[in-house]
């Protein structure tokens, strides 16, 4: 399971939850491995398409773009990927 090491922040919501939440966000829109599924974090941060949030909020929360962080996003990003890809396929009925 994904897991990071910040504290909760002042309103009580847990970043680790929410940087969790944003990466699953980036991948719902666009089902595709790193680094693709990087470009897609990029865009939605530059237009702040998760919660209005921009690059400086989403670090905040833990989600680093810049190149020393990459590392751990990366790892992030496939404990995710793979999490996602091991739930079951919801089919509609018609």
Do not use: H, K, N, T
Not at 11 to 37: M, T
Not at 50 to 60: D, S
């Amino acid at each position: 399971m994904v897991a990071a090491s910040l504290a909760c922040r002042e309103d009580g919501s847990d970043p680790d939850a929410e940087a969790v939440a944003f990466v699953r966000f980036c991948y719902g829109r666009r089902a595709v491995a790193w680094p693709e599924l990087y470009d897609e974090m990029c865009a939605v941060a530059a237009r702040g398409d998760y919660r209005g949030m921009g690059y400086e909020q989403l670090e905040g929360l833990g989600i680093r773009f810049a190149l020393a962080a990459l590392p751990r996003l990366a790892e992030m990003a496939a404990d995710i990927i793979a999490e996602e890809r091991r739930r079951p396929i919801a089919i509609a009925a018609a």
